[in-house]
Every structure is written in C-alpha cells, then in structure tokens.
C-alpha cells in the first residue's frame, strides 16, 4: 500500500487478556519501528526491526510485550495478561535502510496511524 | 534524566506571530535531528530536519547548538493550521530516535 498501515485503529479488552497488534509497513521497507504513546507523551521507542529479526529490543517494557515480524514484512505486537497502564496508542513506523547511511527521517521513515489500546 | 526535554506548553500566540521552541537534550552522541509535527489524535509527522548550519523551509526555521545540546525550532508569521504538538527528535546510535514529549501550540484568530 502506499502507507503504513495498522490495525485495528481501536481495540477495548479486559484486563487480564492477550491481545495482537497488527502494522503492514511501506512496500520495501526494511526497517521497522514499534512505539507506545500515552497521553501527553511523545511516542516512547519498544522495538525496532531489521528484516525479519529483532535488531533492539530494549525499550519493551516487561516479558508480557512480544513482537515478530516473520516474512520481514507484516508485523505484530502481542501484549499478554493486558493491564491498564498498557492503554496507549501504539504506533508503527517503517523506514528504508540506506546501505552505510542509515534509517530514519531522511529515508522515508512514515508513521501507520496507530492503534489505540484501551484496558478496561 | 529524559534524553528529550521540551516545555509542554501550551503556547498561545495570535495569527501572524512570530513563536520560538526549544528542545535539550542529553546524550552529546546524538547524530541527527528533526521537529516532527502531531495533530490531535493523529500520527506525527515530518515537518523538517535540523542540520548543523541552521535550516529554514518557508515560515520555519530549525537551529541547532551541539555546545549547548539544545535545538529551536522559529515559526514566522503564524497560520491558524500552525495549531498542533511540535515533537522534538534526536537520533543516537544506528537506530535509535528518542521524541520530546512535545509543546503544543495554539494559533487564536
């Protein structure tokens, strides 16, 4: 598609249960970022792909936040045993990766529209 | 300490203002910088990258000071579409970009 895309745009669950969010990034993207943003915050880094695997993971909260991206394209967010604190809107981005130079704003990095997670 | 420090704001300044942000930020490796733009319930948005020598795109202006850590962004002659969240970005490592929790600023006719 010609943008990020993400879904669902909303989700509502209880609290206790598993939950996928869904990001299709930019057609030839390599890269591709998960954030979390709350209200009154700016998006907060979780993980970054590169291709199929994990290249950083360490702004995953805690064990109950799991992300894949399996064919390098299509990823998804797992959060199990939700909990209200993880009510946020949870953005994707996608980026190309331009071989010596980099990732990022200079490279098409684009944001999908979100999904907004509501823990009740 | 937040690698990204901005003033939350609001900023309410009227139509045809002129209205200056800064940014600070900690980490002195930082690479890259960009001013991203965030309407209500909306993704954010590029709005321009800060180069070393200073940069302006039509009524903005981006600055940057690596000695102070600091990035400014200036907004000439404000519109009422002016009217969002200014996200400050800094890239560090490879990979990495931290966003400021933004200032939001208020255009009144």
């Known amino acids: 598609g010609a943008g990020v895309s993400q879904t669902p745009s909303n989700k509502v669950t209880e609290k206790g249960k598993y939950v996928e969010l869904r990001c299709d990034p930019i057609s030839g993207h390599t890269a591709l970022y998960w954030y979390r943003q709350s209200l009154g915050q700016g998006p907060e880094f979780l993980i970054y792909f590169q291709g199929t695997g994990a290249a950083d993971d360490s702004g995953l909260p805690n064990d109950r936040f799991f992300a894949v991206r399996p064919e390098g394209s299509v990823s998804t967010l797992k959060i199990q045993r939700t909990e209200r604190g993880d009510s946020a809107v949870y953005l994707c981005?996608?980026?190309?990766?331009?071989?010596?130079?980099?990732?990022?704003?200079?490279?098409?990095?684009?944001f999908g529209s979100g999904t907004r997670l509501t823990v009740v | 300490r937040k690698e990204v420090e901005q003033d939350p704001g609001p900023f309410n300044v009227p139509e045809g203002a002129t209205v200056a942000f800064n940014c600070t930020y900690s980490?002195?490796?930082?690479?890259?910088f960009f001013w991203y733009r965030q309407d209500c319930r909306k993704e954010p948005k590029l709005l321009m990258s800060v180069y070393s020598s200073g940069n302006e795109d039509g009524r903005f202006t981006a600055q940057l000071n690596r000695a102070s850590q600091y990035i400014s962004l200036l907004i000439r002659d404000s519109k009422l579409s002016d009217s969002a969240t200014y996200l400050c970005?800094?890239?560090?490592?490879?990979?990495?970009?931290?966003f400021g929790s933004g200032t939001k600023l208020n255009v009144k006719p």
């Open positions: 980490n002195s490796a930082s690479q890259s």
């Open positions: 981005a996608s980026s190309l990766n331009h071989p010596g130079q980099g990732v990022g704003p200079n490279y098409g990095y684009t």
């Open positions: 970005v800094v890239n560090v490592d490879f990979n990495k970009f931290y």
